[in-house]
């Protein structure tokens, strides 16, 4: 059973079509969830750390919350500059990561 | 600052061959660790070190894998012998501390086992 569950997996939204990716956990003694953008033929790179439930982080057209057992990836307005694979990933127990199997997002002009 | 440098970039090799990954992590960064992304997956915790020691290999098939930190600097992920399902990106990823630390990225070793 995976720890992280990303949906969907796979996202195609017009440029413009606001949407939203969720991550669901199910460690126990979270420490921290990331989100993580990955483009193809690259290494994934950080967008945001949440701590606690209840806690929002914006940057540019994205915004990440965090509930007691999930987070979601709030994309809005996209732009075909934001297709890419969105990671997310826990931090628990002994800090030891555990990643997603991600969204791939397409966003089409 | 400069990112995490890994190299080779790409490496092809036949079964049963051996196969060595290097990483030079952020500066001043304490926590290294090596991931398995295999295509159309998260990445995998391979290992993770803090300075020199080891934090986390529960993931790391230790019958054919090995790594090591000399110095709390450069790290070194070596594969002997190579099989099929080793055919993966080789991510390797450094922070300040591995307590509520944004982890960055190196570019990942692309390995193909033919």
């Known amino acids: 059973e995976d720890q992280v569950t990303q949906s969907p997996e796979a996202l195609r939204l017009q440029e413009g079509e606001s949407s939203s990716l969720n991550c669901s956990y199910t460690?126990?003694?979270?420490?921290?969830l990331f989100w993580y953008r990955q483009d193809p033929g690259k290494g994934p790179e950080f967008l945001f750390t949440l701590y606690s439930a209840g806690e929002e982080k914006e940057k540019e057209r994205l915004k990440a919350t965090l509930t007691k057992k999930e987070s979601f990836l709030h994309i809005t307005a996209p732009k075909p500059e934001d297709s890419a694979t969105y990671l997310c990933a826990v931090l628990w127990g002994s800090y030891i990561p555990t990643f997603g199997r991600g969204t791939s997002l397409i966003v089409h002009p | 600052e400069a990112g995490v440098a890994q190299s080779p970039r790409y490496k092809i090799i036949e079964k049963r061959q051996s196969v060595a990954f290097w990483c030079n992590p952020i500066s001043g960064h304490a926590t290294l660790y090596w991931y398995q992304q295999i295509l159309g997956q998260g990445p995998k915790l391979l290992i993770q070190f803090q300075n020199n020691g080891v934090v986390d290999d529960s993931q790391l098939p230790k019958d054919r894998f090995s790594a090591e930190r000399l110095k709390g600097v450069d790290s070194t992920l070596k594969i002997q012998p190579a099989k099929l399902e080793d055919s993966a990106v080789y991510l390797c990823?450094?922070?300040?501390?591995?307590?509520?630390?944004?982890?960055?990225f190196g570019p990942g070793t692309r390995l193909l086992v033919l």
């Open positions: 990823a450094s922070s300040e501390l591995a307590s509520l630390r944004t982890q960055y």
């Open positions: 460690v126990s003694g979270l420490r921290g």
